[in-house]
């Protein structure tokens, strides 16, 4: 592994919050430490606040939607426009700052940036195409008008796994709509979103649309937030449990909410698959961002006319990967986010051991504090952990299914409906998959869904609300039905 790597001058990153519009420590009494995920030296001091900055955080998000609303439509594209353009020129060293942060490997955290941005630009292309209808009233010959109008200050609440991108897909949809952003990204890794803020204010937006709010009390800060009367919209992205909190206290506050919870992804390959394809793409769904995604492939279901073959280039492909601090240019998977998700991952594997899984490649054995080798395990049981909680890790379950009916089934043995992949050559099994796979999105012979124009989003215990596309602008605006009389 290389020397540690220091936060360099270029990166432009304030050491304070953004609220109201302004870099400030305003309200904090203390700070806490963002650190290196590969050895936890540090690298930035951060204010650390506490609710009682909310109010004056609201009030100046109130200011700035009123400003940002009225803006027209084609200037709120420009400054997304502007954005999306000094990201992409940025990318070497945003990139740098989120593997520093987060631990993810170099290709993992430039991957990040290309899908980041592009909501910029999707939003900047929909911003001024914002639109309502024109009817005749069927009975009077009067008129009826709709119009679409942003639906206000809006909080969003981020992961720590996807430090840009999960920010830009709410942000960019909201500040096309016209709406203010509040931001409160995770203690872990917060510097990726300040350094979107300022770029945010560099292309233009005015003072108060945007804020940043840094800080270890999470959940005090955030029910302040929810419970002010200036808050219209949450947003959040994270675990099903503390989504569910969450959605509480949005539902006594009536506000608009987005969901995107868990998952507990199913990776099925039946037995005409394209294997070479379908290994492709588990590469992408199980091992991208070291498995450390809402996304992730959490159950590979192999149909057994190829399980054999299938497994053996699965083992080839996670010993192919190159462990080591995410900076370093020759690591392909980074170490993990902290102790805890280490602990996690080593729990579950464990279990499965325990009930009879084996270990094809990888596992405990070969882990060194947070890192945490690409494993495979075999021969996994039906009642095993890591079926049915979320690893959130680099590590492969491999299940075997006799048919189309009970590969179905497998995959649909879950309270969780995130996304699903599968691999099939015959296109009347892809239709009948697609509509039985219980999920909000599903990868048919892909192992990436994500894309800006398409709406994200899932079912069940996996949340509701959508990210991304007409469907996600859709999110942050509300409905106006205008009367007119006839007037003759």
């Given amino acids: 592994m290389s020397d540690r790597t220091p936060i360099a001058a270029p990166l432009r990153v304030p050491p304070k919050s953004l609220v109201a519009g302004r870099w400030t420590d ?6 806490f430490v963002v650190t290196d995920k590969a050895d936890d030296r540090p690298l930035v001091e951060l204010p650390d606040l506490t609710p009682d900055v909310v109010d004056r955080v609201m009030e100046g998000a109130w200011e700035g939607f009123l400003t940002w609303r009225d803006t027209p439509a084609r200037e709120r594209a ?4 502007r954005a999306y353009d000094l990201v992409v020129e940025r990318t070497e060293e945003i990139a740098t700052l989120m593997s520093l942060e987060m631990g993810k490997a170099l290709p ?7 899908y980041a941005a592009g909501f910029l630009r999707e939003y900047a292309e929909r911003a001024p195409r914002i639109d309502g209808r024109h009817a005749f009233h069927e009975s009077t010959g009067g008129r009826i008008l709709t ?4 639906v206000g200050p809006c909080l969003f609440v981020t992961p720590w796994n ?3 991108a999960m920010g830009t897909r709410k942000i960019a949809p909201a500040l096309a709509a016209g709406c203010s952003v509040v931001v409160k990204p995770p203690r872990q890794t917060p510097l990726t979103m300040l350094a979107l803020a300022g770029i945010l204010v560099e292309a233009g937006l005015p003072a108060n649309a945007v804020s940043v709010l840094t800080t270890t009390d999470s959940r005090h800060v955030t029910s302040a937030i929810i419970e002010h009367p200036r808050t219209a919209k949450l947003s959040f992205t994270g675990s099903t449990p503390v989504g569910r909190s969450l ?5 006594r506050a009536l506000l608009r909410m987005s969901m995107e919870l868990g998952g507990n992804a199913p990776f099925v390959v039946f037995d005409d698959a394209d294997l070479d394809a379908a290994l492709d793409g588990v590469t992408v769904a199980k091992f991208r961002n070291g498995g450390q995604a809402c996304t992730s492939a959490n159950r590979i279901l192999v149909h057994d006319a190829v399980a054999e073959e299938f497994t053996r280039g699965l083992v080839g492909i996670a010993e192919g990967l190159v462990l080591g601090r995410g900076t370093d240019p020759d690591t392909t998977l980074g170490p993990m986010v902290d102790d805890a998700a280490v602990a996690k991952v080593r729990e579950l594997v464990d279990d499965a051991v325990s009930r009879g899984a084996t270990v094809a490649t990888g ?3 070969r882990a060194d504090g947070r890192y945490y080798p690409a494993t495979v395990l075999t021969g996994v049981p039906a009642d095993a952990k890591i079926l049915h909680e979320e690893v959130f890790g680099p590590v492969a379950p491999v299940v075997t299914f006799a048919d189309e009916e009970e590969g179905i089934a497998r995959a649909n043995a879950t309270e969780y409906g995130l996304v699903a992949y599968a691999y099939t050559r015959d296109a009347a099994r892809m239709l009948r998959v697609s509509r039985r796979l219980e999920a909000g999105m599903v990868g048919m012979n892909t192992g990436l869904v994500s894309n800006p124009a398409a709406p994200f989003g899932g079912i069940k215990d996996s949340g509701f609300g959508r990210e ?3 469907e996600g602008i859709a999110e942050y605006l509300e409905t106006r039905y205008v009367a007119i009389p006839d007037p003759r």
């Fill in 108 to 114: 993992d955290s430039r991957g990040e940036i290309a």
């Fill in 468 to 470: 991304g596309g007409p």
């Fill in 78 to 81: 420009t400054v997304l426009s």
């Fill in 26 to 31: 305003a309200g904090a009494d203390a700070t």
């Fill in 147 to 150: 119009q679409q109008d942003p």
């Fill in 247 to 251: 959605a509480e206290q949005g539902g």
């Fill in 363 to 365: 596992g405990n054995d």
């Fill in 162 to 164: 996807f430090p840009l």
